[in-house]
């Protein structure tokens, strides 16, 4: 989907440093530091609008929550949600998903959640689903022993695949719901694609997966 262009997106950006944090390469192997605080750090790949990840932080205000958006058009809207909300265990980061392990140490994260990812479908862009080998190489080093990525879409395709590559990564399946809002979880939090999706009968296909046996 293209985004329009945001013109006041950068000056933004440069007045709200304590929300969306530039350089975050230099805070590897020290986000509990950056945070002031021992809490568990949860990281959201592809923030979009912001709704999922200003929803948990208020919902789990025992954890840091840092949320990566690559277009600056769409992570400023993200960021006006969290100024408003107050909250102050959760910043973000705008920057490519692909230099996950120059911003966060070995065993740093404890979960990582990809929301409505672009599925890629062609199978020339097959290397640029997050479900990809080499992105799973990535959340394994970042994450701790007992950490989890946990995964929502409506795209019957991603979540195939996704099955399909965690499996042949050797991940261990901790969860695979294939019509989410029928089990009423509490703890859930929609996105904004979630709530337009779910509403037009869509079902909502999640998983957790996992590293522990390996």
């Not at 990809?114 to 479908?121: A, E, I, M, R």
């Not at 989890?148 to 991603?158: A, C, H, P, Q, S």
Request: aromatic share 12%; charged share 25%.
């Amino acid at each position: 989907m293209r985004q329009r262009n945001k013109p006041w997106a950068d000056d933004f950006l440069e007045e709200n440093t304590h929300i969306v944090i530039p350089n975050p390469q230099e805070y590897k192997g020290k986000w509990k530091k950056f945070f002031g605080n021992d809490k568990a750090v949860h990281i959201e790949i592809g923030t979009g609008k912001g709704q999922f990840i200003v929803e948990m932080a208020k919902q789990f205000p025992e954890v840091n929550f840092i949320g990566i958006e690559l277009a600056k058009s769409i992570i400023v809207t993200a960021a006006q949600k969290i100024n408003e909300s107050k909250l102050n265990n959760i910043v973000l980061i705008n920057e490519d998903a692909a230099n996950l392990k120059e911003i966060f140490a070995e065993s740093e994260l404890a979960t990582i959640y990809l929301n409505f990812s672009d599925p890629w479908p062609k199978n020339r862009h097959e290397k640029r689903r997050l479900t990809y080998h080499t992105f799973l190489e990535k959340y394994q080093e970042v994450l701790q022993p007992s950490g989890e990525v946990i995964l929502k879409t409506d795209n019957m395709g991603l979540f195939e695949y996704s099955l399909t590559s965690f499996s042949q990564f050797g991940m261990q399946l901790e969860e695979v719901n294939l019509d989410l809002h029928r089990i009423h979880d509490p703890t859930n939090r929609m996105t904004e694609y979630e709530e337009k999706f779910s509403s037009k009968g869509q079902p909502i296909y999640r998983c957790r997966v996992s590293f522990h046996n390996m």
